[in-house]
């Protein structure tokens, strides 16, 4: 089993009144699977991702990637083992204006110190179908271009879970469906345990199993 | 509608954020401005008590009809006057005799400052004369002494017989360098009539004396009367007349006021500017999407102009509770060291001034920026990339209004044309120069190889290369910043070293005047016998300047007779004949100002040394051959250099020093000094006996007033250099503070991406020490120029480099944007990374 | 180089003499020096000139010094005599009234210096001083009464007041009402001049 959630909660306090975003909640995903969690806004997917990256922490509950127990790790631990097990990719892309495409896909490589890394940045632009981009900067670049660069830079560590939020959520359909093609090309290929938080049902119907996020409550459909 | 939309759509963090970063460098500028306001009215009104007035108009005759009608025609620009006239005479009491300047003073005397009495205290201006009735006459404390004279005793001058009232112990119009030779009687003004003493044929002095609003004003007003009189005896003089020392400091003192409020009024509004730019930045994306939903081009551009019109208008009370909360802290700092008892309280007028820079700044500076937007396709802003507004030629002219407003302002500040100029153009020029030299900076940066780094070095780099005109404008913004708040001690320096206080052991206490040639010896044996020591012994050689390089000197009355007062005031300056002096070695309260020290080659003709000031006065140079005529012969000199002679030391000082071996056998008498000691009374006594010639001159209160003066002068010089310091830190602080808020969503990527806190926080420290310190070196080196420049044409000379601030800004910019970064962006710190997930960039 | 000044005395004299032209050195102080005027404009320039339009051949040494008083008498009379002079006119005392320096010390400073002109077999000149009403009756009595006791006593040429005639006169005088301008030296010279050329 890759990732293992148990009990997961999440609650957010408006004053004194108790708002609970995420309740009881249980997954189980296995290495190589493509998970969907679909949802309306505001239904907890965001902070789903954010807990399952280690990026916030949870009220109660367990965690486990491979075997080990994030949601016991302190701030230090968790960000080392984000850095070797995590990828994300934002809806909003958020690459360093001032990076090109490949810079961009090195950062994460280059704070692991991973060697020969400029090799595998370059091959994951190439698979991502941006070798012609490699030394354009954002925003000489198109908003499908520059998701495709933020995958190629969540996928170069080759992290053991990729978290995709909206990948396609700013992009027009066209381009949406250029960019997510690519997407799974590449975590099949790569066969990377992959949560994709969309509201697309067409996107959900390409992952192998699909969640349904609602009032907190997290069920398979 | 509009106005709604703005207020709905402001970012709240964001803008407190704003208006608290303007907020802060605002209520900088308030508190210098009232420390300014304070400090200036508080010296005002302490150098005008020491002169006792601030106009004086004299001649050594009764005013004619015609000339007290013209006087009483100035009048009226004036807030108070007296008149007093004073003449000498020989005293002769029980014991023995005296000479004695008899003063009687008209109604309202004094026009300034305060006589004190022995018994009666302090009489306050305009009072002495309401009591100096009858035949009652106040008597200089000494001078009663010498004169055996107790309050009670009677004396006669002349043809009456008074009663002694009171002792004075000090008086207000003893001017400040003027050494008198002899005690004062003063009596009322009829009194001195009545003696009979005051005759056709008697050499007496009729002053009328006037207060004015301003004593700044006083020299000009005093050039704008002396074009009324064509009577060259009628003499009008300024107290804060510019020829004297203290005359002249005050005057710096005033210009130096003036900079610093425009220094800091440049440094708010410089954090001002970069708030309002980085804000706008923000703003390009919402601008376009307004358009795109319609809003015409007009009315997109007017919500972001109402926005940061809010968000000013929001500042302004602000940053007056904060000047408020500045200046308490300040005063609880200053409490026990002030001297001055200066009342503070914010002017109305500064108020203005905040809200002008804050509302109009904040609107002139975002039209330009703003039509910089026009040319911009909303399309293209909508993408995720905002990209820089392209300046032109017109963008850049609609900097203009912004420019007046400041010019404007600055004149306000300075209050003086040539200092706002100055300072202005040396800031256009220093901004020029820091935008060359940062973009240079910035290019060699991407000329680094950066791959060996560790990677938050190596994407410190990166960012400051790469982020273009970001890193430009917070680079020129801090070396600004560091220019600006260097500036003030720079010059403060300058100036310290000026009037530096004395070490007060080397003071003299009295000088000897009119030691002849074979009384020297004797009076060094004479001194040394009573455990003093004669120092500063001068030779003093009359003599007359013949020629400058062969050019005729003195100035001869031609048939025609002198054409106009300027021209005879010259003639009689030229002709008044110098006293030379020599020796080879310059004293300790000496130095060169240029040229080179005596070399001791028998030459065949003399080195002359110059006071600096007298020869910039008879535009002499260096080398200029000088022809003397010393009682009938004539010797030349080549002057070799120009001294300075620091004033404070109180020591007596010559003009033309010649080197030893030319003057020795021309007819001399000595000046000396002795400073301070038990025995000098005995000293006094037994010289009195045995030279009756030689004067001996109490300095005691002379130096006093002025070592007092000198101390005030200090402190305002380091309080306003402080405040200053302080107000531009703030700036600076407001300045990191705002660049790391603006990019407080990387730290979250970048711990997103795995990064540590450490490492992200490495790689913001290096690019802001880089930037920092590049910028720090180049603003602080630049200051040194330009203080250098200021202090050339503003304070005539002296220049002194004061490192300490200069490595104090550079090591606090530094250590304090570090801080910052911890601190200042610490909510980003503290924040769970998942910020990035929630919030666009 | 230490005696240069003085051997430029004695050359410039030497050449003066040369011409057989005599010379009368004046002691005085910034009345003789002429303060305020130029050098050329100071009565003894003025007195030169007249002496010389009448015939007589003397060359006049302007020795005054702004502020000295009889105390500088003895000194300067012998630095003067060292260049042999065929005349000498002291014209001190002025300051020492102004200072209110004692009487007996005026009268002992300048008796001594002519005195020790005396001894040299040269004429002598003297000059009086007056002082203003406002010193008081009974100073300036005393002190005007100081010079013609000396000249009585020395047996010397007396002129009683330098400033006859110009003192206290706003128009000759300059702005401070003690030194008299270009005009009051025109008077000066004069009144010298009528003194001089009978004696000369």
Partial sequence: MSLNVTQLEKNYFQGEKKISILQDLQIKVSQGEVIAILGQSGSGKSTLLALLAGLDIADR????????????????????????????VFQQYHLLPHLTAIENVLLPLEILEVKNRNEIAANLLKDLGLEHRLNHLPRQMSGGECQRVAIARALATSPSLLLADEPS???????????MNAFFNQVRKTKTTTILVTHNKELADQCDRKYLLEKGFLKEI | MLLRHAWKELEKKFSILFVLNLALGLSGLLAVETYRASLKSSLQ????????????????RPFTQNEIEIISEFQKNTLSNSEFIETYSMIQSNKES??????????????????????????????ASAILTDNK?????????????????????????????????????????SLTLSGRIFMSLENLYHTKLIRPESTVSFVKVYKIQNYLEAQPLADQWSQKFTDPSIRIRAASDAASDSGRMLSYLA?????????ALFLSSLGAAYLFRTWLLKRTKVFAIHQVLGFSYKQAISIPIIQITLLSLLAVPLSYSLAFLEIRLINLLIQSINPMNINISIAPISILITLLISILGSTLLSVPFLFSLRTQNPKELLSNFISEPKWNIITLLLFIPALILFALLSLYEAQSYRIAGVFLASLLFSSAFFFGAGYAFLSLLKKVPTVKFAWPIRQAFLYLSRSGHRSLAAFSAIAIGVLLLNLLPQLRASLSAEIENPDQKNLPAFFLFDIQQDQIDEVIRLVKEKKSKLENISPMVRARLLSINDEEFERKKRAEGFQTREEENEARFRNRGFNLSYRNNLRSSESIHSGVEFNHSKEEIAQISLEQRFAKRLNINLGDILKFDIQGVELQGRVVNFRTVKWTSFQPNFFVLFQEGFLEDAPQIFLGSIMRSKEIEEIRFELSRLYPNISVIDLKSTIEKGLDLLSKMQWCLNLMSIIVLFTGFVVLLSIANQQSELRAWEVSLLQSLGAHKKQIFIQRSVEFSLLCFCAGLLGSGLSIFLSWIISWIFFEGTFVIAFTPLALSVALTLILGNLVLTLGS???????????LNNPS | MKFFLFFSFFISCAFAHAENTKT??????????????????????????????????????????????????????????KSKPDALMIALGANDGLRGLKLSQLEKNLSKAIQLAKKEKIKIFFVGMLMPPNYGTQYAKDFSATFPKIAKAEKVDFLPFLLEGVAANPKLNLADGIHPNEEGHKIMAETVYQFLKSKL
């Fill in chain 1, 61 to 88: 509950g367990q965690i486990y990637l491979n075997n080990f127990p994030v949601h016991e790790q302190k701030n230090e631990a968790l960000t080392q083992w984000r850095a070797k097990n995590v990828g994300i």
């Fill in chain 1, 169 to 179: 959520g700013n992009l027009d359909s066209d381009t949406g469906s250029i960019v």
């Fill in chain 2, 45 to 60: 009104e302490n150098a005008q008590n020491i002169l006792g007035a601030d106009l004086a108009i004299s001649a050594r």
């Fill in chain 2, 98 to 127: 005296r000479l004695v300047l008899l003063k009687g003073i008209g109604a309202n005397f004094p026009v300034r400052g305060f006589i004190e009495l022995h018994k009666k205290g302090v009489i306050e201006s305009g009072k």
């Fill in chain 2, 137 to 177: 006459i106040w008597i200089e404390s000494p001078l009663a002494e010498q004169l055996n004279l107790d309050i009670g005793s009677s004396l006669k001058i002349g043809d009456k017989v008074f009663i002694v009232d009171d002792f004075i112990t000090s008086d207000p119009t003893q001017s400040f360098r």
């Fill in chain 2, 255 to 263: 210009d130096f006021l003036g900079l610093s409020a425009l220094v």
């Fill in chain 2, 826 to 836: 610490s909510d980003s710190w503290r924040k769970q990374p998942n910020e990035v």
């Fill in chain 3, 24 to 81: 009368l050195i004046i002691i005085g102080d910034s009345l003789t020096e002429g303060y305020g005027i130029a050098k050329e404009q100071a009565y003894p320039a003025l007195l030169e000139n007249k002496l010389q339009d009448s015939g007589l051949k003397w060359k006049v040494t302007n020795s005054g010094v702004s502020g000295s008083t009889s105390a500088s008498a003895l000194g300067r009379v012998k630095w003067a005599l």
